[in-house]
């Protein structure tokens, strides 16, 4: 019995469980939201699962806000990896008379958000995964994919992560980049004329005929489910993207 209780005493003296402290008082964020304490794992010893588990952190808002910007200096900071929503975009082969001049790009339904929520799921279970790869000029889906291995934090950036219940329960983190009209279509310009082959004219026309009515729609609605809601800078410089990871990564337990 002796022995039994000595194994007993050193079981527990191995726990280590912390003192129980109250949440802290949410405060205003810099975009003027409210910002949420951000999710705790469990630290009762090293052999705990959920120690271990993946952190899945959003990030959304508008085309133009910055939201690549910022999840890359945030993987920088965290070490962690960046998959992005666009890659879920439906391939043109699957769409019947697909003609990119009338696809609504911008529609909550023009990506398979199944796959990605199966994706996350795996990935919050611990498990590799094959995302695929989207080419923005063809419209089409690459033969190949790219496999995302088990991490300890993944970052998943696009304009439609918070609009799904489903998909968005399963974010530790959700982050909304508020960002001025003017400064998303500016962005939006010089990006798709640059990196994407497309005219100026088709930009404009694209913006408000689906851009602008689907943000207003589905994009900024999700502002009222983020945890941390940031205002996006006009100028475009690494100090801020560094600013804004640097208040996520404060954040995280």
Do not use: W
């Not at 050193?10 to 810099?30: E, H, M, N, V, Y």
């Not at 796959?115 to 990935?123: F, I, K, Q, S």
């Not at 439609?160 to 959700?174: I, Q």
């Not at 410089?237 to 804004?244: G, H």
């Amino acid at each position: 019995m002796a022995d039994v209780g000595n194994l007993l005493r050193l079981q527990i003296s191995d726990l280590r469980i912390p003192a129980i402290t109250p949440p802290p008082s949410p405060s205003p964020s810099r975009g003027g939201g409210a910002q949420r304490s951000a999710p705790q794992l469990c630290f009762i010893n090293a052999r705990c699962p959920c120690m271990t588990r993946l952190f899945l952190i959003a990030i959304t808002g508008g085309s133009g806000a910055g939201k690549t910007t910022l999840a890359r200096a945030l993987a920088h900071k965290l070490g962690a990896t960046v998959i992005a929503e666009d890659d879920y975009y439906r391939c043109a082969t699957t769409i019947r008379d697909f003609d990119a001049a009338f696809q609504n790009f911008d529609a909550p339904d023009a990506k398979d958000h199944d796959l990605l929520r199966r994706h996350l799921a795996a990935a919050k279970d611990g498990l590799a995964f094959d995302k695929p790869l989207y080419d923005l000029v063809t419209h089409r889906r690459l033969a190949e994919t790219e496999r995302v291995a088990p991490a300890h934090a993944l970052i998943v950036e696009g304009i439609h992560l918070l609009v799904a219940s489903d998909l968005r329960a399963l974010f530790d983190l959700k982050v909304f980049i508020d960002a001025d009209e003017a400064l998303r279509l500016g962005r939006r310009m010089i990006r798709d004329v640059e990196a994407r082959g497309r005219s100026p004219r088709s930009v404009l026309t694209q913006f408000f005929a689906n851009v602008r009515p689907m943000h207003e729609t589905h994009v900024a609605p999700q502002r009222a489910h983020a945890d941390l809601v940031l205002t996006a800078a006009f100028a475009d410089n690494p100090e801020s993207a560094e600013r804004d990871a640097a208040q996520i990564a404060a954040m995280l337990p």
